[in-house]
């Protein structure tokens, strides 16, 4: 069985680099040809919002973010977490 059976390019390629939430909402406003404003604009969020989003900020609201990432065809969900990293990013 091949990781592409289970996981499409786009999820696999996101596994590989590791991307973050704003690094991903970046990469695909870019990749779309959309300025800030013109991703503010189609997802009815703020332009503030937009680049706290795309800066990393860590409190955001939830049903903000999905309304930006529906735009991708994506939402918020869980995801399994990496054990070690988070016992190295607490000790």
């Known amino acids: 069985m091949s ?3 289970i996981f499409t ?3 696999v390629y996101l596994l590989i680099m590791n991307l973050s939430l704003s690094q991903f909402v970046k990469q695909k406003r ?3 040809g959309l300025t800030q404003e ?3 604009f189609k997802s009815g969020v703020g332009l503030r919002f937009i ?3 795309e800066q990393g900020k860590p409190t955001l609201q939830m049903h903000k ?3 930006v990432l529906k735009l991708f065809g994506k939402e918020l969900g ?3 977490l990496n054990i070690k990293q988070l ?3 607490e000790g």
Do not use: A, C, G
């Open 30 to 32: 870019k990749s779309l």
């Open 3 to 5: 990781i592409f059976s």
């Open 87 to 89: 016992t190295d990013e």
């Open 9 to 11: 390019p786009e999820q």
């Open 51 to 53: 680049r706290e989003l």
């Open 38 to 40: 013109d991703l503010s």
């Open 65 to 67: 973010v999905n309304q």
């Open 78 to 80: 869980p995801v399994e």
